[in-house]
């Protein structure tokens, strides 16, 4: 009769524990790896959470986000993306998600098996990436920052906001991976539009003597290319092209929203948003070589109205009407 009895609860506990067994693995947290700006830089952050929380996924409860910030790194010191890619490749994340080329470039160096969602990469074919975009290859895929012709189109609405200007100043970060690449595409279009370009390189840490070259140098408004060190040093940027009374293009809406006279740009944030689709196609059991890269398909034409008042402007109406976003 014991045995008999100590047999039934036995056999009660492993039907007990069978279903929070199962429930257990039901609610194992899926880890992904975040390598790229901090909660700070523009709400990026931000919008990648609420991508994933639009597609069913909480912190917590579903999946578990390790960060790592880059801002650190893109403030002078690139030896740190290595670091920082190694310390999420050992965690062993399900997936990486990272933000610009030197992150893109640090993670694929320290993992060729885990795969990896870009965010904002200019160009990530001249960069050694993905073998194409329709068909990336290998463990990275995810979403372009740019098309190659966006360059032109910046100096050709700086160049129609400003018809009398024919000399432009075009700041560049000298340690970029794709610096050959911009400065190639900016004379390209500069020949193109009958302007005359300058171009100054300086690191985010040499911001201010780039702006006092650009002001010797009498040119007539500054493009600012490319760069997450620019990105995170923007409010300076544009409090020293007012300073110098410097009209300025650039190519993300919130340099503009900082006080900068022009942008445009397809969106960052929603770039960050739709990171979320490739992390959750791949966490389904996706392979990156078989998701293709995707480019911007809507960019935002971003005006200061505020800021050229300030420098005496007067914003051509063929600008205005094609303005998604005006800043009063």
Do not use: W
């Not at 080329?101 to 969602?117: G, S």
């Not at 690449?181 to 100054?200: F, H, P, S, Y």
């Amino acid at each position: 009769m014991i045995n008999r009895r100590r047999f039934l609860l036995m056999f009660a506990s492993s039907a007990m524990a069978a279903p929070l067994t199962a429930e257990g693995q039901q609610t194992r947290l899926r880890t992904i790896g975040f390598l790229g700006p901090p909660p700070s830089a523009g709400g990026l952050v931000q919008a990648f959470q609420q991508g994933l929380r639009e597609l069913g996924y909480e912190e917590g409860r579903d999946i578990r986000i390790e960060y790592r910030y880059t801002d650190v790194a893109l403030q002078g010191h690139p030896e740190l993306f290595p670091r920082l890619a190694a310390e999420l490749v050992g965690l062993k994340p399900e997936v990486l998600v990272v933000s610009v080329t030197e992150a893109a470039l640090a993670a694929k160096a320290a993992t060729r098996t885990i795969p990896i969602v870009m965010v904002s990469v200019p160009d990530p074919v001249a960069a050694g990436l993905i073998s194409s975009l329709a068909r990336p290859g290998g463990n990275v895929t995810g979403l372009t920052r740019e098309t190659r012709d966006l360059i032109g189109k910046n100096l050709e609405l700086l160049k129609e906001t400003l018809p009398g200007t024919g000399r432009i100043g075009v700041l560049v970060n000298p340690t970029d991976p794709l610096r050959s690449t911009m400065i190639a595409d900016a004379r390209e279009a500069a020949k193109t539009l009958g302007v005359q370009l300058t171009v100054v390189e300086a690191g985010p840490t040499e911001i201010e003597s780039a702006f006092s070259t650009i002001h010797t140098e009498r040119l007539g408004a500054v493009l600012v290319l490319g760069g997450a060190g620019f990105y995170l040093n923007r409010a300076h940027i544009v409090e020293l092209a007012l300073k110098n009374r410097l009209p300025s293009m650039f190519q993300n809406r919130e340099f503009v929203e900082a006080g900068g006279l022009l942008s445009y740009a397809p969106s960052t944030v929603a770039n960050y948003r739709r990171a979320a689709f490739f992390v959750d196609k791949i966490l389904k059991g996706a392979k990156p070589a078989d998701l293709p890269v995707e480019q911007p398909t809507q960019f935002e034409l971003a005006i200061n109205l505020k800021t050229g008042k300030a420098l005496g402007l007067a914003i051509p109406q063929s600008i205005l009407i094609r303005a998604d976003k005006v800043i009063q």
